[in-house]
Nanobody, 122 residues
Framework: VQLQASGGGLVQAGGSLRLSCATSGRTFRGYTVGWFRQAPGKEREFVAAINWSAGATWYVDSVKGRFTISRNNFKNTVDLQMNNLKPEDTAVYYC????????????????WGQGTQVTVSS
């Protein structure tokens, strides 16, 4: 089982990016898929999560209204649409899965993707 995160890049403040998390070897059914980010010198932090089966979503306060997490049943991916990006959103973004319904604790996530770099210039 592997996760592949993609879609990162360099964008100016106010711009948008769409990240995608794909899985190989299984589907996301029955799992909650989370996005986390880690900025240089900082701890990895929760950004957003979605329960694949129910579609329930959760966000950290700092991204509410700007980021949207969604599932793509056709492509079997979990996407993170990021709008109105700010320099403080600069980080490596990771996707991960857990069998726990609603958790923001990275220790509860047991399968991780390799990360994709998002850089927002001011």
């Amino acid at each position: 089982v592997q996760l592949q995160a993609s879609g990162g890049g360099l964008v100016q403040a106010g711009g948008s990016l769409r990240l995608s998390c794909a899985t190989s070897g299984r589907t996301f059914r029955g799992y909650t898929v989370g996005w986390f980010r880690q900025a240089p010198g900082k701890e990895r932090e929760f950004v957003a999560a979605i329960n694949w089966s129910a579609g329930a979503t959760w966000y950290v306060d700092s991204v509410k209204g700007r980021f949207t997490i969604s599932r793509n049943n056709f492509k079997n991916t979990v996407d993170l649409q990021m709008n109105n990006l700010k320099p403080e959103d600069t980080a490596v973004y990771y996707c991960a899965t857990t069998t726990i319904w609603d958790t923001r604790n990275l220790k509860d996530y047991d399968v991780w993707g390799q990360g994709t770099q998002v850089t927002v210039s001011s």
